[in-house]
């Protein structure tokens, strides 16, 4: 009698563990957070900000308000210093970031692929690498860093403004103070080109920039040049497409886990709805002579367009930026990106 309770009370505690072990296993679907943080580093009043702000209401239509996410503007949630959202995405201070791959590049090498001076010579050639191998390679990259992919939005092509004179020769260039984005390759970039660059923070540029302490700075048009009016701060505009600045959509691996099939489901139908939203603002107006550059010259710029042959000399200038950070980048990713080029021109 002893023997059979015994063996009856082992029998339920092992049960009573497996039962707990099997809670503990299965996500906690049921405990959403009353709201969710996002971190954007621009306004809303950006294609940028827009998007994020799409994204979030998309969402919470879809999920019928049970999943609420509050945008986080102006980098607010990293002190300005946008290196940090990457890490402060994995780490789930932020659950969900739109990001510049600039900004994430520090940790994740590999997004340095589309800062390589004149890699990218039209949004075809870029669509086709994001939607290639090359694309594959960098959501696994990010997967394994603990940021979920869920979709590409896009800062623009990176263009040229200065507060003294036009843009058309590396000699033009030389000795020029530019405000360039913060990552090295740009320092290798415009050091290549002639000029004197320097890495600053959006926030501290923008004081610079308007106290003149440095010459030129290289953002989008869309998202930076018009909403942050840099036209009342620099007469003279470049358009030579040397660099091209994806967005990515992501989500913290903490959080993600904790959502349901169904609605993880409903946030990348979401992502690919704001991003195409995005995407179509970001490159509005940007073809020669359209509404963005007409903007501009309407504001007093003087618009410069670099020929073909013109951005050649820039470019065989940047040759030892590809001989350093190819190595950084990862060859593998960097081959992949050249066939899904050589595909898109068969």
């Not at 072990?21 to 954007?40: C, D, H, Q």
């Not at 306004?43 to 239509?61: L, M, R």
């Not at 959202?85 to 990001?99: I, N, P, R, W």
């Not at 003294?164 to 260039?173: Q, S």
């Amino acid at each position: 009698m002893f023997t059979r309770q015994y063996i009856g009370g082992k029998g339920a505690i092992l049960m009573l563990v497996g039962m707990l072990v099997v809670a503990l296993a299965v996500p906690a679907w049921g405990a959403y957070k009353a709201e969710y943080k996002m971190s954007v580093r621009t306004s809303q009043t950006s294609p940028w900000g827009a998007g994020a702000q799409k994204f979030a209401d998309i969402v919470k239509e879809k999920s019928n308000g049970k999943i609420n996410i509050k945008i986080y503007f102006n980098g607010s949630l990293f002190a300005d210093d946008q290196t940090k959202e990457f890490m402060l995405t994995k780490q789930g201070v932020a659950d969900f970031a739109l990001g510049s791959t600039i900004n994430w590049s520090p940790q994740l090498r590999v997004l340095n692929l589309f800062t390589l001076p004149f890699m990218f010579p039209s949004y075809e050639a870029l669509d086709a690498v994001k939607n290639g191998n090359a694309g594959k390679m960098i959501k696994q990259q990010m997967d394994r860093f603990g940021v979920i992919f869920l979709g590409w939005g896009e800062n623009g092509y990176r263009e040229l403004t200065n507060r003294l004179r036009p843009i058309v020769t590396p000699e033009d260039i030389k000795g020029l103070k530019v405000r360039a984005a913060a990552s090295p390759i740009f320092i290798d970039t415009f050091t290549a080109m002639g000029a004197n660059p320097v890495l600053m923070n959006w926030g501290d540029a923008l004081s610079a920039l308007q106290q003149g302490t440095v010459d030129a700075q290289e953002n989008p048009v869309n998202v930076i040049i018009i909403p942050y009016k840099i036209f009342q701060m620099h007469k003279y505009i470049t358009v030579w497409h040397y660099a091209i600045d994806p967005l990515v959509l992501g989500v913290s691996k903490m959080t993600w886990d904790t959502f349901s099939a169904a609605d993880k489901k409903l946030m990348l139908e979401a992502a690919d709805e704001a991003m195409k939203w995005e995407m179509r603002e970001a490159r509005e107006g940007l073809s020669r002579d359209g509404a963005s550059y007409k903007k501009l010259e309407a504001e007093g710029m003087t618009v410069t367009y670099l020929t073909p042959e013109q951005i050649k000399v820039f470019q065989d200038r940047s040759k030892p930026v590809y001989d350093k950070w190819i190595k950084e980048i990862g060859e593998d990713a960097f081959k992949a990106a050249l066939e899904d080029l050589a595909k898109m021109k068969k």
